[in-house]
T-cell receptor
């Protein structure tokens, strides 16, 4: 069965620090990978997605992620975080079976201090 | 363009009752998926509908059911409520069943079972 692991449950950073959130998945076939963000009091929003092609994907708000197939990883990065990046981040996969079924990781709560 | 809307936003029920939640997708979107979000289990896929047909169902008991109408609006129903059903129920819509289509999430319905 497919699964997604996010090893960092809570991350605390100061503004301007660099961010890397880990995401590993378990699935032997073709996958589509996503990072969603949930800001306090708001609904889930898509940050970026990977389907194929260039393994380095750029998303909104300066976020990027790198798909490393050999490591089954899809880590999220941002070179310099802002207070407004405080949110919960979810990594998810779709097994591309055509069922719009996302498998989510447990999420990482990021707190950015000014 | 209006986003995904869910009604009601908050609901309090007692054990044994049943509840119906509603989801209106983004105009033109024909696929609707439902997810349950709890602190313990995270985000879990419930089911997905396309063209009034349930195409996939997650690992939930038969008390959880849903349907989709010809205008793509969807409802989910939970019968014989249990305390463990307390959760945020999220609806997501996408244009088609292609896994490359982005799923857009609504604000959710927070269900509390007493």
């Amino acid at each position: 069965a497919q699964s997604v692991s996010q090893h960092n449950h809570h991350v605390i950073l100061s503004e301007a620090a660099s961010l890397e959130l880990g995401c590993n998945y378990s699935y032997g076939g073709t996958v589509n990978l996503f990072w969603y963000v949930q800001y306090p009091g708001q609904h889930l929003q898509l940050l970026l997605k990977y389907f194929s092609g260039d393994p380095l994907v750029k998303g909104i708000k300066g976020f990027e992620a790198e798909f490393i197939k050999s490591k089954f990883s899809f880590n999220l990065r941002k070179p310099s975080v802002q207070w407004s990046d405080t949110a919960e981040y979810f990594c998810a996969l779709d097994d591309s079976g055509g069922y719009n079924k996302l498998i989510f990781g447990a999420g990482t709560r990021l707190a950015v201090h000014p | 363009k209006a986003g995904v809307t869910q009604t009601p936003r908050y609901l309090i029920k007692t054990r044994g009752q049943q509840v119906t939640l509603s989801c209106s997708p983004i105009s033109g979107h024909r696929s609707v998926s439902w997810y349950q979000q709890t602190p313990g289990q995270g985000l879990q896929f419930l089911f997905e509908y396309f063209s009034e047909t349930q195409r996939n169902k997650g690992n939930f008991p038969g008390r959880f059911s849903g349907r989709q109408f010809s205008n793509s609006r969807s409802e989910m129903n939970v019968s014989t409520l249990e305390l463990g059903d307390s959760a945020l129920y999220l609806c997501a819509s996408s244009f088609s069943i292609s896994s490359t289509d982005t799923q857009y999430f609504g604000p959710g319905t927070r269900l509390t079972v007493l």
